[in-house]
């Protein structure tokens, strides 16, 4: 099929991207002329694995073209998807402008006789489906009044489930596909659309291939307001699950309980299963904290108070602090010391400091007069543009790092990270005190090494058991899914 995406961050390009590779025609559009040079170049404006091997793929095949021209990509195509950003506004209401923009710009460049699907994929609120219908019509009326009645089109929302770090295997492997309209025709376009990947039937790339259980993707087709709500609902429960595993983690804390144990034991549960339930500094990011807010403000349109989400950003939010009151029972007085922070992104896998604990802990430690010292394998260059105001010190490799420091903080649970050389490393601080911001570490070895080692809801085996029985093996660290392009693009990045 003739497909055009407006929007070329992580959701648009990457969407593009794998459509085209599927056997589409797709013309990926942007108003922004910067990031179309650099996609016509074959490079990404985002950092994700894969992503550029994926662009080569499919510009191989003749399958994608970027431009800046809406109107004509759109007026040749069968499907529209609409992905734009639907940032926060200060309220916590969802920012429209873009949307509402692009969904006008469809309308005008439509052409009658034809039939179109425009979808959304951007996350938007309930209700946006009904919007973008109204935009779109407005749109045509605008251009051309007289022939109005002769447009025909359906609006459908198609929201989007992948994560920074792994969205390319989270769009040729995707847990599920759901499809809402009021239109029989627009969703079964969508399915003919989208049958290569609940088929399976696509030869996988070599970076990126096929898991052993994958054979089919369900498809959920549904109405407008239940598709936009499915996008919404899933983000703001697994925000829930860290919020609790995040509170159950200082409880362990107080009681001498250990976490990992604790959600191990709870998550083997089928009715709560273990993911997400990794205690820590809380999650970042650009979505849970955008469509929780985004839902509350849904909510309080409609006279409700939603108590448990209002309660989850405020775990999220305090969690962020556990960073700093570790810090000074263990150092006291934080000003004049210095801290080295290992990771900058929300997570590994990407350069995303959109909401990233790390540029919280910073702000913080800096107005207290500490000296912040950071390595991210990635992120850096990002940081240094969008956090210039920030008088941190980057260093080259996370050895420089903590190198007459007083703590090292470990902010992303970074791979490498997880193999570094622990008593090498103590040796280079000042002062050896480790905060496990994710429990990368096993608190034994950590000590043994010469830390003075703290994780989140962590207890050593001496404190919980009140024996001295030998340290088991390491903990093996958690880390979001890896292929081997990821982990090829990060040792080039850090010189191995």
Request: aromatic content about 6%; glycine content about 8%.
């Amino acid at each position: 099929m003739k497909v055009t995406v407006i929007g070329v961050g992580y959701v648009g390009a990457v969407t593009g991207a794998c459509l085209a590779f599927l056997g589409h025609r797709v013309t990926c559009v942007d108003v922004d002329g910067g990031k179309i040079d650099k996609l016509r170049r074959g490079e990404s404006p985002i950092y994700e694995p894969g992503l550029e091997e994926l662009i080569a793929l499919a510009q191989e095949r003749g399958a994608i073209d970027f431009d800046t021209d809406v109107a004509t990509a759109v007026r040749n195509s069968e499907v529209v998807f609409i992905a734009v950003g639907t940032p926060s506004l200060p309220s916590g209401e969802t920012n429209l402008a873009y949307l509402e923009s692009a969904a006008r710009t469809v309308g005008s460049a439509m052409e009658p006789g034809r039939f179109y699907v425009v979808v959304n994929k951007s996350t938007v609120p309930v209700g946006c489906g009904n919007l973008v219908e109204a935009l779109v019509r407005e749109g045509i009326t605008q251009t051309q009044p007289a022939a109005a009645a002769k447009f025909d089109f359906a609006v459908a929302s198609n929201p989007e489930f992948l994560r920074e770090g792994s969205a390319i295997d989270d769009s040729l492997y995707p847990g599920r596909i759901v499809l809402g309209s009021a239109s029989t025709r627009a969703i079964s376009t969508l399915t003919e659309l989208y049958r290569p990947l609940t088929e399976q039937s696509f030869a996988p790339p070599s970076f990126a291939p096929r898991p052993a259980d994958m054979t089919k993707v369900p498809v959920i087709s549904t109405s407008l307001a239940s598709a936009e709500m499915i996008k919404y609902s899933a983000n703001a429960f697994l925000a829930l699950k860290i919020g609790f595993a995040n509170e159950m983690g200082n409880i362990c804390e107080r009681v001498g309980a250990d976490v990992i144990e604790v959600m191990k034991g709870i998550g083997l549960d089928s009715r709560i299963g273990s993911g997400f339930l990794n205690a820590g500094i809380g999650w970042g990011g650009s979505c849970f904290g955008k469509d929780v807010s985004s839902l509350l403000h849904t909510a309080t349109e409609y006279g409700y108070e939603a108590r448990i989400l209002e309660a989850s950003l405020a775990v999220n939010k305090m969690q962020r602090s556990v960073v700093i009151q570790k810090l000074q029972e263990k150092l006291f007085i934080l000003k004049g010391r210095t801290i080295a922070l290992l990771g900058l992104a929300f997570k590994p896998y990407t350069d995303d400091l959109r909401d990233a604990p790390s540029i919280q802990i910073a702000e913080r430690l800096l107005r207290m007069g500490a000296r912040v010292r950071v390595f991210d394998p990635i992120a850096m260059e990002a940081c240094q543009a969008q956090h210039a105001d920030l008088k941190l010190c980057y260093c080259e490799n996370a050895p420089q790092a903590v190198i007459g420091a007083d703590a090292v903080v470990l902010v992303t649970e970074w791979p490498e990270f997880a193999a570094l050389d622990l008593t090498e490393l103590a040796k280079k601080m000042k002062r050896p005190v480790l905060i496990d911001g994710r429990n990368l570490f096993d608190p034994e070895l950590a000590m043994q090494a010469g830390f003075e080692y703290t994780g989140v809801g962590r207890a050593s085996r001496q404190a919980r058991t009140g024996d001295s029985e030998p340290a088991q093996p390491p903990v093996a660290a958690r880390r979001a899914p890896a292929r081997s392009v990821a982990e090829t693009q990060l040792a080039a990045k850090a010189g191995r």
